[in-house]
Nanobody, 114 residues
Framework: QVQIVESGGGLVQPGGSLRLSCVAS????????MSWYRQAPEKERELVAS????????YYADSVKGRFTISRDNAKNTVYLQMNRLKPEDTAVYYC???????WGQGTQVTVSS
């Protein structure tokens, strides 16, 4: 059974940092590219960042480029999203997903507010 569990969200002031984690199980983690998405209230879910199977290549949405870093540890079946210089517009529920697998976790709430 495929399971995705995100964690690490919280309330942070503008300019602050958070590190999100996503632990996956039930499939061969190292054979899938992984992505982080986010969904703000009354907005569609959007792709934030992606990383290839071995971590050698990454993609970032323009809105987070230079501030967010995606990484993975295949030995721990975990993908991370380091978020720096956070802005109020980064407020959303963040989800991770294995590319090509239709399974979503419960997400983790990130709120950027003073």
């Amino acid at each position: 059974q495929v399971q995705i569990v995100e964690s690490g969200g919280g309330l942070v002031q503008p300019g602050g940092s958070l590190r999100l984690s996503c632990v996956a199980s039930g499939f061969s983690f190292s054979t899938y590219a992984m992505s982080w998405y986010r969904q703000a209230p009354e907005k569609e879910r959007e792709l934030v960042a992606s990383i290839t199977r071995a971590g050698g290549s990454t993609y970032y949405a323009d809105s987070v480029k230079g501030r967010f870093t995606i990484s993975r540890d295949n030995a721990k079946n975990t993908v991370y999203l380091q978020m720096n210089r956070l802005k109020p517009e980064d407020t959303a529920v963040y989800y991770c997903k294995a590319d090509g697998r239709p399974v979503w976790g419960q997400g983790t709430q990130v709120t950027v507010s003073s």
